[in-house]
């Protein structure tokens, strides 16, 4: 890198190199994205950025109307969509394999804000982790994940919401866990838990589905695989290479014999040439966009504002 191009704030940065650029992508802190975003927009520059986008619902309609205005391209990394098996997962509920979509759970339970080291010390998060603003922290790293999956896989929209924020590990005023029970447009039930007091969870993602015809289970720790069960009582295993799996045998999802896994770094790349798809105008489902982010951003803070006032909220 010439040190001439190094910047020391992102305004000089877009000036000077904005002419040079296909896309910028957006990693900073959470809290600092509405500015960074909007400048790239003005810019005439494609976004690339981290979830959850922005910190609350207020700035991310803000970026939504900059978007808008500027028609510009803006993407957010939800990159467990980029799974083989969660995307034949929303395959098969979109061909109505479990029939009507009637309960799901989805959790993502972590051990980070409780796990102690040999010195019996907790790991200190950044320091913009280590207190909440509109939304808990914990939500803006996980709990737009969940909510994600689910409205990737079922296709359903929040219809109210009921949660619970708790406090449990080591980080004082901290919300690390976080319970919601909500019904959805259809009236199917969704359960949530994510957090990061869970000892035992590095990552425990799991999602699961149930139909009036049947019933899915995907888990982010062994992702090849997607566990299914039918009405007559029948237990089968999909594997991601399978003959007759909708997408998931898909070239570009195989790109090991099997029994190699695919994995995290390689949902990351599937979800990377989407996007690299949707910026080259290519037909693409699977690169999404600061509308989602907004939706999941009004969902939690709905959840937020049910925890404080311990009452059901609509969204």
Same mark, same amino acid.
């Given at each position: 890198?010439?040190?001439?191009?190094?910047?020391?704030?992102?305004?000089?940065?877009?000036?000077?190199?904005?002419?040079?650029?296909?896309?910028?992508?957006?990693?900073?802190?959470?809290?600092?994205?509405?500015?960074?975003?909007?400048?790239?927009?003005?810019?005439?520059?494609?976004?690339?950025?981290?979830?959850?986008?922005?910190?609350?619902?207020?700035?991310?309609?803000?970026?939504?109307?900059?978007?808008?205005?500027?028609?510009?391209?803006?993407?957010? *990394?939800?990159?467990?969509?980029?799974?083989?098996?969660?995307?034949?997962?929303?395959?098969?509920?979109?061909?109505g394999?479990?029939?009507?979509?009637?309960?799901?759970?989805?959790?993502?339970?972590?051990?980070?804000?409780?796990?102690?080291?040999?010195?019996?010390?907790?790991?200190?998060?950044?320091?913009?982790?280590?207190?909440?603003?509109?939304?808990? *922290?914990?939500?803006?790293?996980?709990?737009?994940?969940?909510?994600?999956?689910v409205?990737?896989?079922?296709?359903?929209?929040?219809?109210?919401?009921?949660?619970?924020?708790? *406090?449990?590990?080591?980080?004082?005023?901290?919300?690390? *866990?976080?319970?919601?029970?909500?019904?959805?447009?259809?009236?199917?039930?969704?359960?949530?838990?994510?957090?990061?007091a869970?000892l035992?969870?590095?990552?425990?993602?799991?999602?699961r589905?149930?139909?009036?015809?049947?019933?899915?289970?995907?888990?982010?720790m062994?992702?090849?695989?997607?566990?299914?069960?039918?009405?007559?009582?029948?237990?089968?295993?999909?594997?991601?290479?399978?003959?007759?799996?909708?997408?998931?045998?898909?070239?570009?999802?195989?790109?090991?014999?099997?029994?190699?896994?695919?994995?995290?770094?390689?949902?990351?790349?599937?979800?990377?040439?989407?996007?690299?798809?949707?910026?080259?105008?290519?037909?693409?489902?699977?690169?999404?966009?600061?509308?989602?982010?907004?939706?999941?951003?009004?969902?939690?803070?709905?959840?937020?504002?049910?925890?404080?006032?311990?009452?059901?909220?609509?969204?």
């Amino acid at each position: 890198m010439e040190p001439a191009r190094i910047y020391a704030q992102p305004t000089d940065f877009l000036a000077q190199e904005k002419d040079r650029l296909d896309a910028v992508v957006i990693l900073t802190p959470t809290p600092g994205h509405r500015d960074l975003i909007n400048a790239c927009l003005q810019a005439r520059l494609p976004v690339i950025s981290e979830k959850a986008m922005v910190d609350n619902y207020q700035s991310a309609l803000v970026v939504l109307a900059c978007q808008q205005h500027q028609q510009g391209k803006l993407f957010v *990394t939800y990159n467990y969509s980029g799974y083989p098996m969660v995307r034949e997962l929303q395959k098969r509920v979109q061909r109505g394999d479990f029939g009507a979509i009637q309960q799901v759970m989805v959790e993502m339970p972590q051990e980070g804000f409780a796990r102690q080291n040999r010195e019996g010390q907790v790991a200190q998060p950044q320091s913009w982790r280590q207190h909440d603003g509109e939304l808990p *922290t914990v939500s803006l790293d996980l709990g737009v994940h969940v909510h994600q999956l689910v409205d990737f896989i079922t296709g359903d929209s929040a219809a109210d919401v009921y949660a619970v924020h708790s *406090t449990f590990a080591s980080i004082p005023d901290v919300v690390d *866990t976080v319970h919601i029970i909500s019904r959805y447009r259809s009236g199917m039930i969704c359960n949530y838990w994510y957090g990061k007091a869970a000892l035992g969870y590095r990552n425990g993602l799991r999602i699961r589905i149930m139909g009036s015809k049947g019933s899915a289970e995907w888990l982010q720790m062994d992702p090849e695989f997607l566990h299914l069960s039918d009405i007559k009582g029948n237990r089968m295993i999909i594997d991601r290479t399978a003959a007759d799996n909708i997408v998931a045998g898909q070239a570009r999802y195989c790109r090991f014999k099997a029994g190699h896994p695919a994995g995290f770094i390689e949902a990351f790349a599937n979800y990377y040439a989407d996007i690299a798809a949707a910026l080259r105008e290519e037909e693409c489902e699977y690169a999404i966009d600061a509308q989602v982010a907004t939706a999941g951003l009004k969902f939690l803070e709905a959840a937020s504002l049910s925890a404080r006032t311990q009452q059901k909220i609509a969204c």
